[in-house]
């Protein structure tokens, strides 16, 4: 499984840790990835996603998945994303 968030496309990043001595190695910053359920109001159902923490916070500021879903750009969301994008979309125009 990727260390890739689902709906922000967040992913490692590679820096170097520094000691005191100035001595550098390369490392790898992991996102903070949390296994998460979310809830469609226009869909009436649940959701299951590995997001990134931060990511979270933005869904509930945003007021929800599905005002997340129609700001977000559709090259960074997973193919469950997408999906449930596209069904959130067709249930908010009928």
Do not use: Q, W
């Not at 931060?54 to 559709?74: I, P």
Request: with cysteine; proline share 1%.
């Amino acid at each position: 499984m990727s260390r890739v968030c689902e709906l922000s496309g967040k992913g490692v990043m590679t820096g170097n840790n520094v000691s005191h001595a100035k001595n550098t190695t390369r490392r790898r910053f992991l996102p903070n990835l949390v296994n998460t359920t979310l809830m469609s109001d226009a869909l009436g159902r649940s959701f299951k996603f590995r997001i990134a923490a931060s990511t979270l916070r933005s869904v509930e500021h945003n007021g929800g998945l599905d005002n997340y879903l129609m700001k977000a750009k559709a090259d960074v969301l997973s193919k469950a994303a997408l999906r449930v994008k596209r069904d959130v979309e067709k249930a908010t125009a009928a």
